[in-house]
Structure formats: C-alpha cells, structure tokens
C-alpha cells in the first residue's frame, strides 16, 4: 500500500525549530509534487508550502520567511524546515504526495498520517 510518512514533529518553545522530513513507502515512481498542509484543533486544513519537479517552491503567507521546503531527489524525500515558530504554527502536519496520472496531469494524491507540532510560548 502507498502511503507518505512523516516523521520530526513534536513539541517546542516559541522560537525555537523543528524539520519534518516525509518519505514513500511503497511507491515505486518519482513524485512530480510535494506538499505540506496543516490543520489546527477545530480548523480546516490549510495549505502550507509546495515544491515542484523543477525545484520551484512556494509558501503560505503565515509562514514566508520562517519555513523552507526541501528534496532530497535520491531519498525521495521531502523536508520542511520551520524555523522561528510561534504558538499559532501548533497543528498537525500532513505530506501530500503528487504523481501524474495517463494524461500527464500532477493530480493523483497520497496523503500521509500526520506528525503533531506543538509550539508553547
């Protein structure tokens, strides 16, 4: 079964930083995107940055500046890197991985888990 795993989440003061890596399992072909979401208790799940085939990258608003998206092309992994968190960045995050479908379209999605980032202040 495919399936996306993350792993690196867990709890940390404000300020400080955490490196959530998402990795494939049970996936035989390249992903054409990666992508983080997060969703807060009692919110909706938000969109939090992407990368694309050709290393393009793009951030939310709420975390431009403060987070970097990553791939290691060998490993198939992708990373975020969240540096400078605040409170409101505590949620579950969640990997999507995308892989093109027949026609060439980047649509066919794998959703992992989850990994819990908790921020105090």
């Known amino acids: 079964q495919v399936q996306p795993v993350e792993s690196g989440g867990g709890s940390v003061q404000a300020g400080g930083s955490l490196r959530l890596s998402c990795t494939a399992r049970?996936?035989?072909?390249?992903?054409?995107?990666m992508a983080w979401y997060r969703q807060a208790a009692g919110k909706q799940r938000e969109w939090v940055s992407s990368?694309?085939?050709?290393?393009?990258?793009s951030y939310a608003d709420s975390v431009k500046g403060r987070f970097t998206i990553s791939k290691d092309k060998d490993k198939d992994t992708a990373y975020l890197q969240m540096n400078s968190l605040k409170p409101e960045d505590t949620a579950m995050y969640f990997c999507?991985?995308?892989?093109?479908?027949?026609?060439?379209?980047?649509?066919?999605?794998?959703w992992g888990q989850g990994t819990q980032v908790t921020v105090s202040s």
């Open positions: 999507k991985r995308s892989y093109r479908y027949s026609d060439g379209s980047c649509r066919r999605d794998y």
């Open positions: 049970g996936f035989t072909l390249k992903t054409c995107g």
């Open positions: 990368i694309i085939t050709d290393d393009s990258t």
